[in-house]
Structures are given as structure tokens and as C-alpha cells.
């Protein structure tokens, strides 16, 4: 029983580059969410989605992030034109239903250069 | 400048005590609460959970209690082993369609030999 998947599991990137993190849910699973999550700092949310949808984007920054969830395949959140501060873990969790529990993958760590 | 980090306040107990871990949330209308632990290089998972209708739960050595006049959780964990060391997070969710989980600092819990 395959838990969250989450490729890579560490990314290097310089300034300006894009970033993409990929994310396959639980089988089954049809809603996913993403976190960032800075050093000795608690987990902050960024994107809700549900299958091709964008449900909550309220943490989200306004320009260079965006998060999708095709039809078909792994949730995507892409970071463009990145930059120091982008430098983070990055987790995706999904759940079955709405109001059930989350359960995250190991996240990708991500390194600005 | 000289960039100085947050540290998590940490736990230490011995092997065999019980661990009490606090957290303080602070929405009012959250009805979910959830208890993660990280350990170094890995994504959260999940310990327990308890609705807002329920003052206590009680899983395999770990209970949560929970007093909402106060809007405080605790994380009991019983006979403390060292496998237990890690990072606790309490994640608050309101109710509703709104998925979003709101973490808290996270405390770090030490576990003595």
C-alpha cells in the first residue's frame, strides 16, 4: 500500500532557474495539498487541489508559484525564476475526502544556489 | 546582517517516563486536531487525531486530550522509547469545505538513555 510519493527528494537549482516538484497521491486519493516548510519552523500551507481543480490557493505566492493536479498523473507545483529564498522542504499530502486526515509524503528539499 | 535561527523548544525525558507535549491553538472554530512527528529528513506522520465533539482519545501508547475553553491539546506518550525522538507538530483544521491545516511551532522531544 503505497503511501504519498514525492520525486525528487532533493533538488539544486541557481538563482533564475524553474523548479518542479511532482507528487502522486495515495491511490485513491483525490485531494492534494502542498506545504512549504522552512528550517526549525512548523509546516505552512500553500495550494489546495482536487483532480483538476484549485480549491484554496490562499498561501500561495502571487507570482512565480503555481500548483495543478491533471487528470491524469502526479500534482505539480512549479516555482519559476527561483531565488534564495525559495530554499525549503516542500510537502504534499493528500486524503481520501475533504475533512479526512492528511497523510504527507517525504517531501522535496529544494536549494537555491 | 547576521542571520540567527529559530530554535524549537525541546523536551528531554528519560527512557521509560512519560512525555507530556502541549500545544496552544488558536482558532476558536477549528473542530480537528492533529498530532504529527517528524523525524530529521522526513515528511510528518500521523500519531493521532480527535474531533472537536471528544475530549479525550486514547491510541496504542499515545493519548490526546483536549480542552477547548481553554484551546489547549496535549500528546501523552506512555513509557517513552527512544524511537521516539522527534519533532511534534499540532496541526488545527476549522470546519467546514476548508481543508487547510494550520501547524503549530513544534516542539523537539529528546528521549534519555
Known amino acids: 500500500n503505497a503511501g504519498v510519493m514525492q520525486n525528487p527528494r532533493h533538488l539544486v537549482r541557481r538563482r533564475g532557474q524553474e523548479a518542479r516538484l511532482r507528487c502522486s497521491p495515495v491511490k485513491g486519493h483525490s485531494h492534494v495539498y502542498w506545504y512549504r516548510q522552512l528550517p526549525e519552523e512548523g509546516l505552512k500551507f500553500m495550494v489546495y487541489?482536487?483532480?483538476?481543480?484549485?480549491?484554496?490557493e490562499s498561501g500561495m505566492p502571487k507570482e512565480r508559484f503555481s500548483a495543478e493536479f491533471p487528470k491524469e498523473g502526479p500534482s505539480i507545483l512549479r516555482i519559476q525564476q527561483v531565488v534564495r529564498g525559495d530554499s525549503a522542504a516542500y510537502f504534499c499530502a493528500s486524503s481520501p475526502r475533504v475533512s479526512e486526515t492528511q497523510y504527507f509524503g517525504p517531501g522535496t528539499r529544494l536549494l537555491v544556489l | 546582517g547576521e542571520n540567527v535561527g529559530l530554535h524549537l523548544p525541546t523536551l528531554s525525558v528519560q527512557e521509560g517516563d512519560n512525555s507530556i507535549i502541549n500545544c496552544a491553538y488558536s482558532n476558536s472554530a477549528s473542530d480537528y486536531f492533529i498530532w504529527y512527528k517528524q523525524e530529521s529528513g522526513k515528511g510528518p506522520q500521523f500519531i493521532i487525531d480527535?474531533?472537536?465533539?471528544?475530549d479525550k482519545r486514547q491510541g496504542q501508547r499515545v493519548t490526546v486530550l483536549l480542552n477547548k475553553t481553554v484551546k489547549h491539546l496535549s500528546l501523552q506518550i506512555a513509557a517513552t522509547q527512544p524511537g521516539d525522538s522527534a519533532v511534534y507538530f499540532c496541526?488545527?483544521?476549522?470546519?467546514?469545505?476548508?481543508?487547510?491545516?494550520?501547524f503549530g511551532k513544534g516542539i523537539t522531544l529528546s528521549v534519555r538513555p
Open positions: 496541526a488545527e483544521k476549522p470546519s467546514g469545505a476548508n481543508s487547510k491545516l494550520t
Open positions: 480527535i474531533r472537536s465533539n471528544m
Open positions: 487541489l482536487q483532480k483538476e481543480n484549485i480549491i484554496d
